[in-house]
């Protein structure tokens, strides 16, 4: 289907005139319609681009139409302006939406069929159009863009204006006007909490000109929670148009680490959309949504990339971008065949009460982050089955850490554990952020593959057998991809489908609005309106059909969730994660040494029963009596950021030389156990750790 922008307020209809004479052409069926509509408000352009460009033309033909191209003519004053190409979806009736892009001032459209050859083409429709006299639209943006998260919130709905202490907005204004030869007019803003101190700015609108200006705001207000007014006069003071834009002021923003682990509680200033079981649609206040005691946790790591556990996302943790929107994962979800008495799927996201979900700091050292959540995954009406998962994440200074999923479920039951699924404020819409180019698979021979969605699943092309680390993207503005890979993963993923509305493409890709944070819908194949009031999520591909061979699987007596005593399997797979802006080559030198471990000899210490733990990316050695621990690393292809778990260090460690030379502090952390190290090498390396009895 091809989309091309053009602003009407008229319908058109033709009649496919094939015949000679008038009564050949009267007699012949319509097979050819035009229509005026709004451009769908779900796909682009969207916000104030959309002023000038907010309807499109609908052309629908049946299959009798003759060969030949449609071609759609915008005209001005007699002359031709524009022409584009329709092209046609393959169903019956064929259908088209049609405008044209950056085209602003005209007063007629033709269609017109081309036949091959020299034959003139065959004019089917021709219609002057009149144009709105005065279209608006207006954004406001901080100045400087600052991840919500540091300000202690989340998600915050993509058309209010966050502010941070200190910070000034800046407001963005598209305007056209069409019937006035005088240009000045005049804007004015105001906040609710100091209406009586305005800011006014001169604005020129040329007619028939679509006009772009930003200005500074001027915010005397101090309330967290504000109201910004827009507003556009004439010149003779009339009133033509105003937008109240919802205001987030953050006094106190939380004070995260450059590396660690904090527990708070992230501000969300909409209200929670419910659904009963009627299907009727109320609001609760986010602040009384859980018990007191529950609490968000922030990792936040050196490169800026921050990983949240949040209560609206059900204590699913997600990549939380600086542009406002995030990366989850997924989780451990049961599939069909469904235990019985199931409503609706059964995954930890409808656990909206935080009735089994549970997250729990573990550790926040210089060296290292460890964050457990606990979960069952349950139904819409919060039923379970004894089945538990843990999951542990670490994390280190360099950025990356590791998924560590802990699965003890009935032997019978069938699990997904992959999905890649962004999530979004609410009122904001998949083609306005996703990436065209979202996804890309790097096969550790060196092959890369760029997934561009829509997808089907034939894009991927065939599978290798051959593990791959997959590189996301949350949004199209920030530079930074989530990294994803289990050396053990030899499957391709399944992608996911796109959605349509009223016959138009709407999402690239699976869009719901279930999740998070709403609460009583169940899990659809269909988007609503609810994304005007809730936060809603973008599912691109999924490894339901496979998974990776667990690191560990045992199978035997043991006592489920339910306090059952049963037989149960337990199963323990391992990912490497992390989001970055780096290049391709250092994410696959880095993989390449999480999936091969270097070899090491040991003076001063010996290596412990368990040797390299892929959990937690580190080597495990034990100390011997001596304060000087010597070791040399072996690496297979690269050693990037080694982790060695030293037990029963000898005292303060004093210093560390590799290779002889010293190694800045800087370039290493030490907790008293775990020590991480910020070396790349490709060839054996000797490091030398000096130590302090105490």
Request: glycine content about 4%; overall charge neutral.
């Amino acid at each position: 289907m091809n989309f091309i922008r053009i602003p009407l307020a008229v319908c058109l209809y033709g009649l496919v005139a094939l015949g000679i004479t008038a009564a050949a052409t009267e007699a012949m069926p319509v097979m050819a319609r035009l229509r005026i509509e709004a451009v769908h408000p779900w796909r682009p352009p969207f916000g104030p681009d959309r002023v000038g460009q907010s309807q499109a033309v609908v052309i629908e033909t049946t299959p009798a139409l003759p060969s030949g191209a449609l071609i759609l003519i915008a005209r001005s004053d007699d002359q031709e302006i524009a022409r584009q190409t329709v092209v046609f979806s393959e169903k019956s009736p064929r259908t088209a939406h049609v405008w044209f892009a950056d085209l602003f001032n005209f007063d007629e459209v033709i269609l017109q069929l081309q036949s091959s050859g020299d034959t003139p083409p065959l004019e089917l429709a021709r219609q002057k159009i009149t144009l709105p006299a005065f279209e608006a639209d207006a954004a406001a943006h901080p100045e400087t863009i600052i991840n919500p998260v540091d300000l202690n919130t989340v998600l915050v709905p993509s058309d209010w204006l966050l502010l941070g202490p200190g910070q000034t907005g800046r407001l963005t204004i598209h305007a056209i006007q069409r019937s006035q030869t005088d240009e000045k007019f005049q804007v004015k803003t105001w906040f609710e909490s100091a209406a009586d101190r305005p800011s006014a700015f001169a604005l020129s609108l040329p007619r028939g000109v679509r006009s772009e200006k930003t200005f500074a705001l001027v915010s005397p207000a101090t309330a967290e929670h504000d109201v910004l007014h827009v507003a556009i006069f004439a010149a003779d003071g009339a009133k033509l148009w105003e937008k109240k834009i919802t205001t987030m002021r953050i006094a106190q923003p939380i004070a995260l680490p450059r590396f660690g682990a904090v527990e708070t509680k992230l501000r969300y200033d909409a209200p929670i959309s419910v659904r009963n079981a009627a299907g009727n649609f109320s609001d609760l206040a986010y602040a009384d949504a859980w018990a007191p005691k529950f609490k968000d946790v922030v990792v936040a790591l050196p490169n800026g990339s921050r990983f949240v556990f949040w209560r609206g996302s059900s204590y699913i943790p997600f990549w939380a971008s600086r542009s406002n929107v995030g990366l989850c994962c997924e989780w451990a979800e049961i599939i069909p065949p469904f235990p019985p008495d199931v409503t609706d799927c059964v995954e930890p996201l409808m656990d909206k009460e935080l009735r089994y979900g549970r997250v729990e700091v573990m550790a926040s050292t210089a060296a290292r982050v460890h964050v457990r959540w606990t979960y069952q995954s349950n139904d819409l009406v919060y039923k379970v089955w004894g089945d538990q998962a843990v999951e542990d994440y670490y994390f280190y200074p360099d950025g990356f850490g590791t998924r560590v999923l802990t699965l003890k479920r009935d032997p019978l039951r069938v699990y997904e554990l992959s999905e890649f699924i962004l999530i979004a404020p609410q009122a904001t819409y998949p083609f306005a952020f996703v990436p065209t180019q979202p996804a890309d698979i790097l096969f550790l021979d060196g092959e890369t593959r760029h997934i561009n969605f829509p997808a089907k699943q034939a894009s991927l092309g065939q599978p290798r057998d051959l593990p791959a680390v997959y590189r996301v993207r949350p949004h199209r503005d920030d530079p930074a991809s989530v990294v994803y890979f289990n050396p053990r993963e030899r499957a391709l993923p399944r992608v996911f489908g796109a959605f349509y509305d009223q016959g138009q493409l709407v999402t690239p890709a699976y869009w719901g609005s279930h999740w998070p944070l709403a609460r009583g819908n169940a899990t659809g194949y269909k988007i609503d309106a609810r994304v005007q009031a809730s936060p809603n999520h973008t599912s691109l591909m999924t490894w339901q059909a496979a998974k990776p061979e667990p690191i560990s699987t045992r199978t035997g007596p043991s006592v489920d969730a339910l306090g059952r005593a049963k037989i149960m399997t337990t199963e323990q797979w391992v990912w490497l994660i992390g989001m970055t802006a780096a290049p391709d080559s250092a994410v696959m030198a880095r993989a390449k040494s999480f999936a091969s471990p270097p070899s090491i000899e040991a003076i001063g210490a010996h290596v412990h029963p368990d040797g390299y733990l892929s959990e937690r990316r580190a080597l495990r050695l034990v100390a011997d009596s001596a304060e000087k621990i010597q070791l040399k690393l072996i690496p297979q292809s690269s050693c990037v950021n080694p982790v060695i778990e030293l037990d029963s260090a000898p005292g303060k460690l004093l210093s560390i030389t590799q290779d002889d030379q010293p190694l800045a502090p800087e370039n290493y952390a030490w907790d008293g156990q775990v020590l991480w190290l910020n070396v790349i090498f490709t060839q054996p390396t000797t490091l030398t750790l000096h130590f302090k009895r105490e």
